[in-house]
């Protein structure tokens, strides 16, 4: 293990030479103790270029380093931090700025990745090279995650698979609560080009959470977020583009190609999709939300407001919709269309076969007929969707009539903008805010055999005004992103009752971003059993003891049993657990935390627990 005391300038006239290479790896640990290395600079003629060049050992970590002025050139594998990962590594809070220069598997922070687990990380510099290229890591494969990281960094390529955080993703990798500001430039014949990532493939990949903003300009496969994604399984959801997209065929304003069964969902994209005809021979298939949709992907709940212009195939949410079909349901385009042939305002043409449309539109001031749900009304597509006026498409109830979801902020809500926005991206005017206590439950007296009644997020609220009560949720509720919990219980007040979420799911929880102790759906608890509940999407940022459920349960009578937590983020410094942070005497059973957590801190972290007691126990979890 290795600690770096004090901060480091290298002279200009010093060149390192990376540590690690495939003759001997490094295997250990480095803790920068929040020092800086400044001037960091590799030229070398192969591969495996950067402060370590390849490491491979379950246990290795680099971490609280700050890399300023580095410029790394290499050949495969190029990385200001480390240029080859290959089993089970760990970054965190690092920051990176300078150059990185390499040909293929090129990246800010990493080349090529396996296993590795990122989080807490920045960029802000530029990054060229030839085939996988990213603004953090190169190549990301095999259970690579990355997670609450960004990058600035410009990036710059003219072979394939060229991102704003990863060029390639692929074989069950994941980013989570990431994203991108840099530009991303393909050059006029690149293919596979995103503002997030290149290409998606292999065993199903997500993305959630997470932006680009940058401008993106490619070849083929190019889009606002991700320029080709692919596999049964993948899926985008929660996530946006903003910066303004280029190329030549399939070039989408959030995706360029979705096609074999992936999934866009609760997502919207705001850019202009465009093929400049001085530069592109070529301008097919662009569309405001994907360029081309086929071999049954699918697009849920999501939507553009982007412009759309090029030649053949050009529709205001998908450009074509290929022969072998695919999947739009409860989403809508705002996005003008303009082109030569095969020219609309929902897709551009060919409808392919076994295709479904649901419950979709776009904005048409030319329709006049007031829509009334669920099929009276609006101005049929020539490809599909039904056209609105906008005072139809800014009428909450005209949408919900054909079952969009708005109820207690499951998906949709009426933005800042007066259009629907989806909850967890929805556009906050102001910032987030605490939801407003119910003045009543929806039932019951708050005993145990009568537990009080919970339906929606403002009677979930309402159960922090007595702690000694029993509740039972009785209906799914959701957060917008512009609301923010506060827990029930700390360290002066416990939450001593009961809770039973009766399999019902808490969707988009979010805590205050501050350093303070004690998060969860509860703060902390002394006594008392929380059961049958299912937590999706929560982020939980602060100090020490946070989990998704609990931050602190203390007593032998705390049981959490037949919990399910799944896609929670959890940012602090020590206890922290995907179910409970600190359980003292708590017994836990029946506990489901899958693979797409990421807790991030600094001691005492766990899965399902950071710190158990000698007289707690897990079962069955």
């Not at 240029?83 to 920051?95: A, K, L, M, Q």
């Not at 360029?256 to 992936?262: E, F, I, M, N």
């Amino acid at each position: 293990a290795f600690k770096l005391n004090n901060g480091i300038t290298i002279s200009t006239c010093r060149v390192w030479s990376h540590v690690g290479d495939l003759a001997g790896a490094f295997t250990g640990q480095f803790n920068g103790f929040n020092q800086t290395i400044n001037g960091l600079v590799e030229n070398s003629s192969g591969d495996y270029a950067g402060l370590f060049g390849y490491a491979d050992n379950a246990s290795v970590s680099i971490k609280d380093l700050t890399i300023n002025n580095a410029y790394i050139t290499g050949q495969k594998h190029a990385g200001a931090v480390l240029g080859y990962s290959n089993n089970g590594d760990f970054i965190d809070n690092v920051t990176v700025t300078g150059k990185i220069l390499g040909t293929n598997n090129v990246g800010s922070i990493a080349g090529y990745s396996r296993y590795l687990k990122m989080s807490s990380i920045t960029s802000n510099g530029t990054v060229m090279g030839a085939i996988s290229v990213g603004g953090l890591i190169g190549y990301q494969t095999v259970s690579t995650n990355i997670s609450t990281s960004s990058s600035a960094s410009n990036v710059i390529a003219f072979g394939s698979s060229v991102g704003g955080i990863s060029g390639v993703l692929y074989s069950n990798s994941n980013i989570t609560n990431t994203y991108a500001t840099g530009n991303v430039f393909g050059g006029e014949s690149a293919s596979s080009v995103g503002g997030l990532i290149g290409t998606s493939y292999g065993t199903p990949n997500t993305i959630t959470f997470s932006h680009a903003t940058g401008s993106v300009k490619g070849g083929s496969n190019v889009g606002g977020l991700a320029g080709e994604f692919k596999t049964v399984g993948a899926i985008i959801s929660d996530s946006y583009a903003t910066g303004n997209v280029e190329g030549n065929q399939k070039v989408g304003g959030l995706v360029g190609y979705l096609y074999s069964d992936a999934v866009a969902k609760r997502c919207y994209a705001s850019g202009n999709v465009s093929s400049p005809a001085a530069i592109y021979a070529t301008k097919d298939d662009l569309g405001g939300l994907v360029g081309r949709l086929e071999s049954r992907g699918s697009i849920i709940d999501c939507y553009s407001n982007g412009s759309v212009d090029g030649d053949s195939y050009i529709g205001g949410l998908v450009g074509q919709l290929g022969a072998t079909g695919g999947v739009i349901i409860n989403s809508y385009t705002r996005s003008a269309a303009t082109g030569n042939s095969n020219v609309d305002k929902f897709i551009g043409g060919n409808l392919g076969l076994n295709s479904l449309i649901v419950n979709s539109f776009f904005e048409d001031t030319g329709c006049g007929s007031p829509f009334t749900p669920p099929a009276t009304g609006g101005c049929a597509g020539a490809n599909g969707g039904l056209g609105l006026a906008t005072a139809d498409l800014q009428t909450q109830s005209d949408l919900s009539g054909v079952g969009w979801n708005f109820t207690n902020n499951a998906t949709w809500v009426m933005g800042g903008s007066s259009y629907p926005e989806v909850v967890t991206i929805n556009t906050c005017p102001t910032g987030s805010s605490a939801v407003a206590a119910d003045a009543t439950f929806a039932g019951g007296t708050g005993t145990s055999g009568d537990p009080y009644l919970i339906d929606s997020t403002a009677r979930l609220v309402k159960m922090g005004e007595n702690l000694t009560k029993y509740y039972k949720l009785t209906a799914n509720v959701g957060f917008s992103s512009c609301q923010h919990w506060i827990p029930i219980g700390d360290a002066t007040t416990k939450f001593t009752g009961g809770f039973d979420g009766n399999s019902k799911i808490i969707k988009g929880l979010r805590t205050i971003t501050n350093g303070s102790n004690y998060k969860g759906l509860f703060g902390y608890i002394q006594s008392g059993e929380i059961k049958n509940l299912i937590m999706e999407d929560s982020i939980i940022e602060g100090g020490a003891f946070m989990g998704t459920i609990v931050g602190r349960a203390d007593s032998a009578s705390n049981i959490f049993d037949n919990i399910t937590v799944t896609r929670t983020t959890i940012n602090g410094t020590t206890s922290l657990g995907g179910v409970v942070g600190y359980a003292l005497q708590a017994k836990l059973k029946n506990i489901t935390v899958d693979d797409y957590n990421f807790i991030n801190g600094t001691t005492d972290v766990g899965g399902v627990a950071g710190y158990l007691g000698t007289n707690a126990w897990i079962e069955n979890g």
